[in-house]
């Protein structure tokens, strides 16, 4: 066995394992290294360990519990990555590690993938549907602006709402790329939308999302789940203009209008006052002109109606003159009517005859009658003489009572019959006639006029007299008959 020069210097194991440390961080002070994460374990206290490899090697690595919190991406198994960081030793288990600062997607086309995932992913859940996307509003009270206070994207957002017309802008600063943006992007998105519509900062109604152009890996944190899912949960109109127009992220497909650069995001958000008022200007004149087109309409209907009307004047004329006419033919059908049922009255009160003349015929016919009742009698009784005894021989006395008997009792029955159409038998009653001085019987007290000689025919006599109104005194001459009004 060869004995160790004396020269060789000796080493204790902590000497190398610093010497080795100094080494590892002095010569590899800051790199990027590419492989595929495995391994990955998280433990209680925050921090995160996990390995990188690939076909020729592995890598240990450790991200420290502040740095987690800054990461723009965590760790999977099996995805590729860029981690950013120092090597070091870890000289208990004699092992070097890489201390990551950073991780980053290795390469658009990992990056790619990842994305087309998580699009597929949210568009099954309905959030990228068109029927959830909600109209601008036309002319909005205020602007909320999602972005970084520093730059030109706030600029041209003020300069064009200024231009166009002025709006109050809330802005709400967020860091557009790197560690921590995504959760900063979702907050400020979450935060406008938990604003009170009448509280001091009142909610906009309408927001903004924005930033400049940059690569893929610049734009990821607007890629990122939760700003997505706080995009499509956000209760105020979403504009998202995020890059050029050539570049497109996940919170494109989520809002409610797509803007390629933040400029044309301002324009969508506000109208142009002068083409408002210049628009407005135009509907007034065209409010006139109608206005003025269906005013000469109207007259013109109006007028045709006027013209296809009759003469007011003339028809009040013509219906006055009818009128009058009317009330002439009427006036004389009156009197035409009254004397033709005057002429009727008279001829049925000729046809009519006076009933004391009728009385008086009555009696002639009954005396007539008597007298012949008698000398039927005497001749019956003289010719019964006669024939007495053919008579005797065929009627029995008994018969011949009984024949008497129903003669007395018919002519007693007429000669009742007889009393009682006679006047004598009424006016034995106590009742009067009336006659006029021409002998006429008066029958109403209308038809007796003041002054006038009357003669009244009792049951035993007659006598003269006067009529008068009432109140009058009687006189010597003659009774005095009181007359109505």
Not at 144 to 170: M, N
Request: hydrophobic share 45%; aromatic share 4%.
């Amino acid at each position: 066995m060869d004995e160790v020069p004396p020269n060789t210097p000796e080493y204790t194991v902590s000497e190398i394992s610093s010497a080795v440390k100094y080494t590892l961080e002095t010569a590899f002070e800051r790199v990027r290294v590419l492989g595929e994460v495995t391994e990955v374990r998280r433990y209680p206290s925050g921090h995160l360990y996990f390995s990188l490899k690939d076909d020729g090697g592995k890598l240990a690595a450790v991200a420290w519990k502040a740095t987690v919190s800054r990461l723009s991406m965590m760790p999977e198994n099996g995805l590729a990555v860029i981690a950013t960081g120092r090597i070091t030793a870890y000289g208990e288990r004699s092992i070097y590690q890489l201390i990551v600062e950073r991780l980053d997607y290795a390469g658009e086309g990992a990056l790619l993938a990842r994305i087309e995932a998580l699009r597929r992913r949210l568009a099954a859940e309905g959030l990228f549907d068109t029927a959830r996307k909600r109209a601008l509003p036309l002319l909005p009270r205020a602007i909320g602006v999602v972005t970084s206070e520093q730059g030109a994207v706030i600029q041209d957002i003020r300069t064009t709402i200024t231009r166009r017309f002025p709006r109050p802008i809330l802005l709400w600063p967020v860091p557009v790329q790197g560690e921590g943006a995504a959760r900063r992007i979702a907050a400020a998105i979450v935060g406008f939308g938990t604003l009170s519509a009448v509280g001091p900062i009142p909610r906009p109604d309408v927001l903004i999302v924005a930033r400049g152009g940059g690569s893929l890996e610049d734009l990821m944190a607007f890629n990122d789940e939760a700003v997505v899912r706080a995009a499509a949960a956000s209760p105020v109109p979403l504009i998202a203009a995020v890059g050029h127009e050539s570049d497109t992220t996940l919170i494109d497909f989520v809002a409610d209008r797509r803007a390629p650069t933040p400029t044309a995001a301002a324009e969508m958000a506000v109208p142009v006052r002068a083409e408002l008022v210049a628009d407005l200007a135009q509907r007034g004149v065209r409010l006139d002109g109608g206005l003025a087109r269906l005013i000469q309409e109207c007259w013109l209907r109006l007028e045709r109606a006027a013209r296809s009307l009759p003469d007011l004047p003339g028809l009040v004329g013509t219906m006055r003159q009818r009128i009058d006419d009317r009330a002439e033919r009427l006036a004389l059908a009156l009197r035409v009517a009254q004397q033709a049922r005057s002429a009727r009255l008279a001829g049925i009160a000729a046809r009519i005859q006076d009933p004391r003349t009728a009385l008086i015929a009555a009696a002639s016919q009954l005396t007539h009658l008597f007298a012949r009742l008698n000398a039927g009698a005497e001749r019956a009784l003289a010719a019964g003489r006669g024939t007495a005894g053919g008579w005797a021989g065929r009627l029995s006395p008994a018969l011949l009572a009984a024949r008497l008997r129903e003669a007395k009792a018919r002519l007693e029955g007429v000669a009742a019959r007889l009393a009682s159409v006679s006047p004598e038998v009424v006016l034995a009653r106590g009742y009067a006639l009336v006659f006029d001085r021409s002998g006429h019987l008066l029958g109403r007290a209308s038809e007796i006029r003041p002054g006038a000689a009357l003669a009244l025919r009792f049951a035993d006599g007659t006598v003269a007299a006067r009529a008068e109104r009432p109140g009058a005194r009687a006189g010597t001459r003659g009774a005095r008959l009181p007359l109505d009004e």
